[in-house]
């Protein structure tokens, strides 16, 4: 038990502890504003697709595609939204506060942070898990939509999906996926000079990506509504992946998609949900609050999850 624990800790705890450097370099001024950007530009133009990219290209797409898990991840995704809109009704009094509540509660964080998990248990991301984005980001994008625009009727509901169908064809991880697909069908490989350069890079997104998480992180904004904020962290890091990983179960899926699953379910908020949250009108307080109190959150949830998987021999 004390080694299953041990090993927990070291695979959650040092995702943490880069989110942590992170703030208190922020916070000591030795990295600026100008730094974040450049950095969240590098993470998500470059270094994460040639992630992606590398994923994908140099495995056989035909062998890992996986339908079975792939609609189990859809389907699961779409359900959860409808069930926390349910939870939301016993949790947020306000109307014009259930679409950040929503968004904020079923959008993980699945490429930064649950790379990096996956990452630290199994020493790769994996193909399955870079088809995952390739199926649920764009998901993502439509139910906040659907989910936004809903939830405030001053919206302009066109103009929104128009935007949310826009994002998903320019989004750097789906071209790089989509890229990825075909060098695999067709075999193609980089020379190695290129290839050796797209590995560096590589190496690079996973700790860049956190350091600028935590380079985000504000504080006060962890007490701002924090009724409903503590609500959809205990529902975001507990109570979904909970239920995920017991229906993955049913579904007779194997070890690695149930752990895949989890990690779908019971990663922290993503930061883009309070972004795209503010700029659709929704409430931004709460948006960016329940970020803050999912990262901090996942600390333990992510140990906890993992010690009982271990426990079990799941990974």
């Known amino acids: 038990m004390l080694a299953n624990f041990i090993f927990s800790l070291s695979v959650a705890l040092p995702i943490f502890l880069i989110m942590l450097s992170g703030f208190i370099l922020k916070r000591k001024n030795i990295i600026k504003q100008d730094f974040i950007n450049a950095a969240n530009f590098i993470v998500f133009y470059i270094a994460l697709p040639l992630k992606l990219f590398n994923s994908v290209s140099q495995s056989s797409v035909a062998d890992n595609f996986n339908l079975k898990f792939i609609s189990f991840a859809i389907i699961g995704t779409t359900l959860s939204v409808i069930i926390i809109y349910i939870y939301s009704k016993f949790i947020v009094k306000e109307e014009s506060k259930v679409g950040a509540f929503i968004h904020g509660t079923f959008r993980g964080n699945f490429v930064y942070v649950g790379f990096s998990l996956l990452e630290n248990v199994t020493g790769v991301v994996g193909p399955l898990a870079s088809l995952v984005v390739a199926f649920v980001v764009p998901i993502y994008n439509v139910l906040a939509v659907l989910v936004l625009v809903l939830s405030n009727p001053d919206n302009k509901s066109k103009n929104q999906f128009k935007n949310s169908l826009k994002n998903i064809v320019t989004n750097p991880f789906i071209i790089a996926i989509a890229l990825g697909i075909i060098a695999s069908l067709v075999e193609f490989r980089f020379p190695t000079l290129l290839q050796n350069t797209a590995n560096y890079f590589d190496v690079l997104a996973t700790p860049l990506a956190l350091l600028t998480i935590g380079a985000t992180f504000k504080v006060d904004k962890l007490f701002v509504d924090i009724r409903p904020a503590v609500a959809a962290t205990i529902f975001k890091l507990i109570i979904n992946p909970a239920a995920a990983v017991l229906a993955a179960f049913a579904f007779g899926l194997g070890n ?60």
């Open 256 to 315: 690695q998609e149930i752990f895949l699953i989890y990690i779908l379910f019971g990663v922290p908020t993503s930061i883009s949900s309070a972004i795209i949250t503010a700029a659709m009108g929704g409430d931004e307080n709460l948006a960016a609050s329940i970020v803050m109190m999912t990262t901090l959150g996942s600390v333990f949830s992510l140990t906890l999850f993992v010690f009982i998987f271990r426990a079990m021999g799941i990974v």
